[in-house]
């Protein structure tokens, strides 16, 4: 089975950014990360997909996750590993 990508908004400076990677790669994940400080153009990008503009924002496959908290909490109750099997 081929893990859905995994596209991450992040700023350089965002703690909860570090957090939400840190949970990703503690899972042996792999993620696309696109920093919306670089361009203008991501942070567009971002809002466009999301709907929001604070940082973190997630995204397994096209279903938008949410922030850091979010993330947190699907992983919790196991929804985190569910998505990303597929189910």
């Known amino acids: 089975m ?22 990703l790669t503690s899972k042996n994940l792999a993620f696309n990360e696109i920093n919306v400080d670089d361009d203008v153009k991501f942070r567009e990008e971002m809002l466009a997909r ?4 604070t ?21 919790r109750d196991g929804g985190l590993d569910r998505l990303i099997q597929g189910a």
Do not use: E, N
Request: proline fraction near 6%; glycine fraction near 12%; include cysteine.
């Open 2 to 23: 081929t893990q859905p990508p995994i596209t991450i908004y992040v700023t350089g400076w965002c703690g909860y950014c570090r957090r939400a990677k840190q949970l």
């Open 50 to 53: 999301s709907g929001a503009t």
């Open 55 to 75: 940082v973190p924002q997630i995204f397994v496959g096209d279903k938008h996750v949410g922030g850091c908290d979010d993330l947190y909490a699907l992983d």
